[in-house]
């Protein structure tokens, strides 16, 4: 949480520098940076034979994206109002995103081909937003060195400590799926799921608390879309992913209805802290329905 938190005010400041919006900061700078605890955890799984772990990660970690943080902040916001003509014309395309997992895990395995074509999928959807902030914003084309040395210091030793935090994570948690005999997959659904969204968490309350909303939906929509598209995809191509098709089917449901709640807000461009409390009950819904059922 620490280091992730270092990388992430490292790059919004280096960002900001560039001249990008609130949005695109969130949408593609911060959401990069709170989805390293997922990226790191998918190459450290990969490696390691544990890939159950990163397919369930990359799905918990949607699901409590768009339903536990969401929710916590339209609970501190009380009624959070939507702006922004990037975020609401990148809608249908976040859905597509999110929906990708299901596409191509459909058969109970993501080989590295289609790792590949997520890893694309995402750059390509990168390249378009960058394509709409550039009718929308302003970027600058140059920054001098000087400016940005500081940053890059603190990224790259920031890296460092999430790969080594990242590895211990995934040996505890491996190890408890083993003393509790419950499967890989609903081990990184649920609790790993919880440990690598804190990043995203702390990232929407400071948000909210200072009043950049667009920072906070931005962030919130970009982790779905990295995690459904880079993170899937690089640990694919790292160890092709295997899986039990029936669970993962059915999370991947619940992913693709609680993104869909969410992006329904972003369409009425408000959310209130009622709603919050409903996409609270949600996740509530999730663990017992589908969570709990792997520990019996």
Known sequence: MISAGYIITAVSDYAKKTGVSDYLIGFLV???????????????????????????????????????VLGITAIIGKKIFIHGKVLTKTIFTVMLMAFLPLIVGFDGKISQLEGFLLVI?????????LKKEGQFGKIKKELEWKDIWQDMVVISLSIIALLLSTHWLLLSANQIAIMLEVPQFVMGLILVAAG?????????????????????????????????TLVLGVGAIINPIIFEKTRFI????FMITSVYIALLFIKKKQITWQEGVGVLLLYVTFLITEGLSGFI
């Not at 709170?34 to 918990?60: C, N, R, W, Y």
């Not at 999928?121 to 937003?129: G, H, T």
């Not at 968490?201 to 929509?221: C, H, M, N, Q, Y």
């Not at 059915?250 to 449901?253: L, P, R, T, Y």
């Open 30 to 68: 911060v959401s990069i940076g709170t989805s390293l605890p997922e990226l790191t955890t998918a190459v450290v799984a990969s490696f390691t034979k544990t890939s159950q772990i990163v397919l369930g990660d990359i799905i918990g970690a949607n699901i409590i994206d768009v339903t536990v």
């Open 121 to 129: 999928a995402f750059f390509l959807y990168i390249y378009s937003l």
């Open 196 to 228: 690598t969204t804190v990043p995203e968490l702390t990232v929407e309350v400071r948000s909210i608390l200072k009043g950049a909303t667009g920072l906070a939906f931005g962030d919130i929509l970009g982790s779905v879309v990295a995690n459904s």
């Open 250 to 253: 059915n999370s991947a449901f």
